[in-house]
């Protein structure tokens, strides 16, 4: 078997964390005897620097004529003066859009070690998180109109906001076509108290519901309730459908329920085989270079693309399985225990007991990467 993957590490940590997931990329292979071929792109700042564009044409011909893409973030403070038009963030849209991968699914689950991780009490976490967001991607707001333009002497400027019919239908199939897979439950968020596009958004994912989907049951919420109910009760939720703004929001809420944004893998998709996958968290300036950005997302981002491009459900499963078993052994700092104030008296003696009970050690990008790598051989040579 061939596979042919077009790399796009992009800015700030992507490079350092895109590197650990080809790592275990790479012993999938491996193992399985498939004949892999990666093709390394410039994006967004990168691409920028080097040839003015964040989205040179020669990327985006690469990325088309793979099976998948995997991505690691863009941006960064050197390029945020640049026009919207002209910033990192751009190439990431348009790649996005250039190849019709409408579909972003974002799964958040806590993994049972992280649960004293997450900021929410352990009540609440143990009544179970683990939801997809499936954000809508190639529309609303993000793509609309846009425009600054001078009135009475000031500045004013305009993003519009526009859904049509097919756009959502597609993406309402797609979350229902997952929650069939999953727990049969949908949460249409909206804002259709408020705004025109909500209002089609929530009668179309209804429409299809009950027309194509009977057995799913289908409910709604808006969207500032919906914020509130992840951290009061993420349990009810099985599969959120969203258009663009308000899932790239809440995916990033759900992220850190999980125990740090770090964890967070994505997959965007078209609705054929081909995806991209990245994890959902940026660039993160303030920690690149320094080697202790957590690479599990990126890495399960190749596990998500494993399962929807190549079918490989079971290295999938043996991905997420390593990646399990490294929480219980070494972390970036990220997820480290947060560092207790010893009491004078018993300083010494905290810090002994709570580093023999715990047995975690810290680790960098590299250091994790390798052992879920090496954990991903184990498991398949066996
Ligand atoms: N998909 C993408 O490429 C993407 C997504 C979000 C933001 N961005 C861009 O990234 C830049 C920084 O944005 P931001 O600071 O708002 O968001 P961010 O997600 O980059 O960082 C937010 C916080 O989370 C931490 N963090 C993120 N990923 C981490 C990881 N893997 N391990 C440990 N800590 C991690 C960062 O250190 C930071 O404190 C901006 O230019 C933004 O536009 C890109
Ligand atoms: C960088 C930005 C364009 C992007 C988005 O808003 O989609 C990011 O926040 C994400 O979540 O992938
Ligand atoms: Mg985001």
């Known amino acids: 078997m061939d596979m042919k993957i077009t790399v796009l590490k992009g800015d700030g940590i992507g490079p350092e964390i895109v590197d650990e997931a080809i790592k275990v990329l790479k012993v999938v292979c491996e193992c399985e005897n498939i004949n892999l071929t990666l093709d390394e792109q410039p994006i967004g700042g990168v691409a920028i620097d080097k040839t003015g564009d964040p989205l040179p044409q020669e990327t985006i011909d690469s990325c088309k004529s793979s099976d998948a893409v995997l991505l690691g973030a863009v941006g960064g403070p050197k390029w945020d003066a640049l026009p919207t038009d002209k910033r990192p963030e751009k190439g990431l849209l348009r790649i996005r859009s ?64 526009r859904y049509s019919e097919h756009e959502i239908e597609r993406i309402a199939r797609a979350a229902f076509d997952a929650a069939a897979k999953r727990h049969r439950k949908v949460t249409c968020v909206d804002k259709a108290n408020v705004l025109e596009t909500s209002q089609l958004f929530r009668s179309v994912v209804a429409r299809i519901g009950a027309k194509e989907y009977p057995d799913i049951e289908l409910s709604n919420l808006y969207v500032d309730n919906a914020s509130m109910q992840l951290v009061n009760n993420p349990g009810q939720f099985d599969v959120i459908v969203t258009g663009n703004l308000f899932g790239d929001i809440l995916s990033d809420e759900a992220a850190m329920l999980t125990g740090s944004i770090g964890m967070l893998p994505s997959a965007s998709l078209g609705g054929s085989g081909f995806g991209l996958y990245e994890p959902i968290h940026g660039s993160a300036p303030d920690i690149a270079g320094k080697g202790i950005a957590n690479p599990l997302a990126t890495i399960l981002s190749v596990a998500m ?39 004078h008296s018993l300083g010494g003696y905290i810090t002994e007991v ?12 590299g250091e994790l990467g390798d052992f879920v790598a090496n954990e991903v051989r184990r498991a398949l040579e066996k």
Do not use: W
């Open 305 to 343: 693309m494993l399962k929807h491009t190549f079918q490989m459900t079971m290295h999938a499963k043996v991905i997420e399985a390593a990646v399990e078993e490294s929480l219980s052994v070494l972390r970036t700092p990220d997820l480290m225990p947060a560092e207790e104030e010893p009491a």
């Open 98 to 161: 250039e190849l019709g991968l409408f579909a972003n699914l974002r799964p958040a689950r806590i993994f049972p070690e992280l649960c004293s991780n997450s900021p929410l009490k352990d009540s609440i976490v143990q009544s179970g998180v683990d939801l997809l967001v499936v954000r809508e991607l190639t529309g609303g707001i993000y793509f609309g109109k846009k425009g600054s333009e001078q009135i009475n002497g000031e500045q004013s400027s305009y993003d519009e906001m």
């Open 354 to 365: 709570f580093g023999t009970r715990t047995g975690l050690e810290t680790a960098t990008t």
